[in-house]
């Protein structure tokens, strides 16, 4: 089945150090984006691309770094610079990058500060 | 700015109840377009429905309903006859055509927690 497969679905990370969370999908989707939901809030946009080879800040990219080298792979590193990063992270799909089209999401991946 | 607001944090019925969510936007564009979206707690959001700035007629799908109006820059949902499986966070979305740096992306609003007990 087509779908959006995101890995691990926890993760910790200690203190300093860098993790990446992977998104996989195979809708042949060429838009791709990275979200961050905190309890009580909505989801707020990172990173997005619409092809590969090109992504763009989204509202609250400071902290975390993405590439897209392959149209169905887009993942997101959680560098130490982000100084909160306990939150639940969520990919999502289109088939491209209009505004009229409904973003396919994944299960998510919960991060965690040991 | 908060372009969408669900003012309604958590919404608690009983089986069988009639629960209305409410979804207030805000934007200049002429075009644009809304979705409602379902989190179950498994963490995936389920796309629900999309709806554009001209289009102004209700949707029914089974227990489900949308009320657009434009008048009242208001997106609302409401599910008749609600089920335990129907417990979920719903969000409200929003996608602006007009500007460039907005393309494609979505504004969403706090989601609506909705419980629903035997």
């Known amino acids: 089945d087509g779908g959006i497969t995101q890995s691990p679905k926890y993760l910790f990370r200690k203190e300093g150090q860098n993790v990446t969370l992977s998104c996989e999908q195979n809708?042949?989707?060429?838009?791709m984006y990275w979200y961050r939901q905190d309890p009580g809030q909505g989801l707020r946009l990172i990173y997005y691309?619409?092809?590969?080879?090109?992504?763009q800040k989204g509202d609250i990219a400071e902290g975390y770094s993405v590439s897209r080298e392959k149209k169905e792979s887009f993942p997101l590193t959680v560098t130490s610079a982000q100084k909160n990063p306990t939150a639940f992270y969520l990919c999502?799909?289109?088939?491209?990058?209009?505004?009229?089209?409904?973003?396919?999401f994944g299960d998510g991946t919960r991060l965690s500060i040991l | 700015a908060q372009k969408v607001t669900q003012a309604q944090t958590e919404i608690s019925v009983v089986e069988k109840e009639d629960v209305t969510l409410d979804c207030v936007y805000e934007t200049r564009d002429t075009t644009y377009y809304l979705f409602w979206y379902k989190q179950p707690p498994s963490g995936e959001l389920v796309f629900l429905i999309r709806?554009?700035?001209?289009?102004?007629q209700n949707e029914i799908s089974g227990r489900y309903s949308w009320n657009f109006q434009k008048s009242t820059s208001s997106f609302n949902f409401t599910i008749t006859a609600s089920q335990v499986v129907d417990s979920a966070v719903y969000f409200c979305?929003?996608?602006?055509?007009?500007?460039?740096?907005?393309?494609?992306?979505?504004?969403f609003g706090a989601g609506t927690q909705v419980v629903v007990t035997p």
């Open positions: 809708l042949n989707h060429d838009a």
């Open positions: 691309s619409q092809i590969v080879n090109d992504f």
């Open positions: 999502a799909s289109s088939p491209r990058g209009d505004s009229n089209q409904p973003q396919h």
């Open positions: 979305a929003l996608s602006e055509v007009g500007r460039t740096d907005s393309w494609g992306k979505f504004q």
């Open positions: 709806r554009n700035s001209f289009d102004e």
